[in-house]
C-alpha cells in the first residue's frame, strides 16, 4: 500500500533535521513523517531505524521503542510459533497499515509543550477508496529542540492502535513475563534515562 522511496532517499533527511539547531513542533512533525511514510519500518524499530528516529523522538519513546523492540526479539525466540508483540504495524498512527498524506492542524503550544493535530489519509482500495483520520501529536522541548513524546490514537475504527502509544508501551514492558525470557522494568528504566 505504501511505496517506499529507496533507503538513501530517506538517510538524506536525516542530516537536514539533526543539524538543525533549532525547531518548530510543525518542523518536528513534518520531518518524522516524511521519514516515516518513506519508510518500510514495521512494528517497533530496528537497530538503524531507531538511530534514524533519534532526532525527532523524546528520549523516553526512544527507549521505550528500543525495549518494544527487545520484547519482540525474546518473545520470537521463547516461543517461535506464535506472533510476536511489536512486530507488525504502524505504531506512529491509529491506522495499522500507516498514512499516505499528511496535513498538520492547528497547533496549541505551550512553553516547554505543545499538542499539534494530524490529518491523514490513506488510499485503501475498498469503497470508498480514500479513508481519513485525525490523530494527536504530543511534544516536548528536550535539549533546546522540539521532540515527538507520545502520539495520540483518535481514529474511529474497530481494529487499530487506540488510546496513546506510550501508554501502550509501558502497559507491555513493565510487567516481567517468564514464559518470554522479560524481566520487565523497562518503564522505570526508561523514564530515569529521561529526566535531563
Avoid at 72 to 87: I, M, N
Avoid at 115 to 125: I, N, R, V
Avoid at 170 to 182: F, G, Q, S, V
Amino acid at each position: 500500500m505504501r511505496a517506499a522511496l529507496p533507503t538513501a532517499l530517506a538517510l538524506l533527511l536525516l542530516p537536514v533535521a539533526a543539524s538543525a539547531g533549532t525547531n518548530s513542533p510543525q518542523q518536528t512533525v513534518e520531518a518524522f513523517y516524511r521519514w516515516r511514510m518513506a519508510s518500510a519500518m514495521s512494528g517497533a524499530p530496528r537497530g538503524e531505524e531507531l538511530q534514524q528516529l533519534r532526532p525527532w523522538l523524546g528520549r523516553e519513546l526512544l527507549c521505550l521503542l528500543q525495549a518494544a523492540g527487545e520484547l519482540r526479539d525474546r518473545a520470537a525466540a521463547a516461543q517461535p510459533d506464535e506472533k510476536p508483540p511489536f512486530v507488525e504495524g504502524d505504531l506512529f498512527s491509529s491506522v495499522f497499515e500507516g498514512p499516505q498524506r499528511l496535513t498538520l492542524g492547528p497547533l496549541k503550544r505551550g512553553q516547554q509543550q505543545s499538542l499539534l493535530d494530524l490529518h491523514f489519509e490513506a488510499d485503501t482500495g475498498a469503497q470508498p477508496p480514500l479513508f481519513r483520520w485525525t490523530d494527536r501529536a504530543h511534544l516536548r522541548l528536550e535539549g533546546g529542540r522540539w521532540v515527538l513524546v507520545d502520539i495520540e490514537y483518535r481514529a474511529p475504527i474497530e481494529f487499530g492502535n487506540r488510546g496513546r502509544l506510550r501508554d501502550s508501551l509501558r502497559e507491555a514492558l513493565e510487567p516481567a513475563d517468564p514464559a518470554l525470557n522479560w524481566p520487565g522494568g523497562a518503564v522505570t528504566r526508561c523514564a530515569a534515562r529521561a529526566k535531563p
